[in-house]
């Protein structure tokens, strides 16, 4: 009996190696291929340079959206289509930030309305500064105390975090309510620091937003560097600012999501890859997220090229309005929950085109042991943390609806010095890492659609 048992688990271990070394062979295809022959860099240079930042209601965001039918395309899918999708509009315009100095004259700061605030129609807001480091500090002051005053919310990005994710979480909650606070105690107008890792004058844009019943006060942001001289000023005696902006919302406009697949061999089951086409309207939206979406089609060229035969339905989704009111993923969900239409898995690259880390998986526990049960499969392309219990904001939809979601996780040590900036650029993007990242995202879906 014994030796039946010892012989009976060989096999099983002879046969796990050699499906070990099967799926292993399979990953070197692909990277090979992608790292060799993959257009993720080209296609991503020229979206960034010959279309730019792509904000969704402007004419440059549905010039991508033609962009993206013809990459996807040329990938090779067997059907592509639009989503109608009503998006938010929302306008920049002209904006300008004073303060005024010690002689009696005004000097500008370099800084950036928030995504989706108010402006101030064009006329001149002005007031003294008053100066909070926390929200528990904001929290103390009175309304009399506030009331006609400019708001600094100045909360400096946790730089003790390895993973800064986490301090970007922790910092959002600023840019997120600056405005409605300063509002429910009679403040004129909010100023946050920027969510940047990075020590440097750039400010960060991003999306803010309103509570019903308050009035809609101006938000805007300062680099790290004109924090820290607002905050030394402040120290010694009242300082006054000064805002004229152009900013707001315009109504809705028809817009579309992209989407292109290629056809389950064995059922129309369907795994999703994918990333958000819109980017806030400074920079040229490179990391955020065009890469995500030149590496979601990277995917289905790659199977198509390699002619991996696969199981389930793979659809790549150029998701609409992620930055300003994530409308194209709830319109996504929407389709899919009307249709009753199956879905096994998603997963979003959002989080830039730098070296691939990890995967985070937010699913149950069956399915996250499986997946982590690959890790050794994973490690030659350096990819090993797979603990996190995040995905992406477009996929969220689908998770709701119980579908098994996760999200790629890039090295995040560079991501927050860029992001939401004019300094998110293709230059900044590295070809190879790019390119890896689309490996790993190409390699976990052959085996989501091998196994599952």
Not at 52 to 77: H, I, P
Request: glycine share 8%; proline share 2%.
């Amino acid at each position: 009996m014994k030796k039946i048992i010892f012989l009976s688990l060989l096999m099983s271990d002879v046969a796990a190696f050699g499906q070990f070394k099967e799926d292993s062979i399979q990953f070197s295809k692909i990277s090979t291929e992608i790292l060799n022959n993959g257009k993720s860099y080209i296609e991503l240079k020229d979206l960034t340079k010959r279309i730019g930042n792509r904000l969704s209601g402007t004419e440059a965001y549905e010039k991508s959206v033609k962009w993206a039918e013809q990459k996807l395309r040329e990938a090779g899918a067997d059907k592509v289509w639009l989503q109608e999708v009503m998006i938010p509009v929302w306008v920049r315009g002209k904006e300008s930030l004073q303060i005024k100095t010690s002689d009696g004259t005004w000097k500008k700061l370099k800084m950036l309305s928030l995504g989706n605030s108010e402006g101030t129609g064009g006329k001149d807001v002005s007031g003294e500064i008053i100066m909070v480091r926390s929200l528990e500090e904001y929290d103390k002051l009175s309304p009399a105390q506030v009331k006609d005053k400019i708001v600094f919310f100045n909360y400096p990005f946790n730089q003790s975090h390895v993973q800064t994710f986490i301090s970007y979480r922790e910092a959002g909650a600023y840019r997120r309510s600056a405005a409605n606070l300063t509002a429910q105690k009679g403040g004129k107008f909010a100023i946050i620091r920027s969510l940047s890792s990075a020590f440097d004058d750039i400010p960060h844009t991003g999306n803010m937003r309103y509570d019903d019943n308050i009035a809609k006060v101006p938000a805007v942001t300062i680099g790290n560097t004109t924090a820290d001289e607002l905050e030394a000023l402040l120290k010694n005696k009242k300082v006054t600012a000064k805002l004229n902006s152009n900013c707001g919302m315009q109504g809705e406009r028809l817009s579309h999501s992209f989407i292109g697949e290629i056809t389950g061999k064995k059922d129309q089951s369907v795994i999703v890859v994918g990333g958000h086409l819109d980017s806030w309207d400074v920079g040229e939206g490179a990391h955020d997220d065009g890469a995500g979406i030149v590496q979601s089609i990277e995917v289905l060229r790659t199977f198509k090229k390699l002619g991996i035969r696969n199981n389930h339905t793979i659809r790549a989704v150029c998701f609409a309005n992620e930055e300003n009111g994530t409308k194209g993923g709830k319109q996504y969900g929407k389709t899919v929950k009307e249709s009753n239409e199956k879905h096994l898995f998603a997963i979003e690259s959002d989080a830039g085109g730098f070296s691939p880390r990890g995967i985070s998986l937010e699913m149950d526990d069956q399915n996250r042991k499986q997946i982590q049960s690959w890790v050794s499969l994973f490690l030659p392309y350096g990819v090993y943390n797979f603990e996190g219990k995040y995905s992406g904001s477009d996929i969220a939809p689908l998770h709701e609806m119980g579908v098994p979601t996760a999200e790629l996780v890039p090295d995040p040590q560079r991501y927050f010095d860029i992001h939401h900036t004019e300094e998110d650029t293709f230059e900044k993007v590295n070809r190879r890492e790019l390119l890896l990242g689309a490996a790993v995202m190409t390699q976990l879906i052959y085996m989501i659609d091998k196994n599952w």
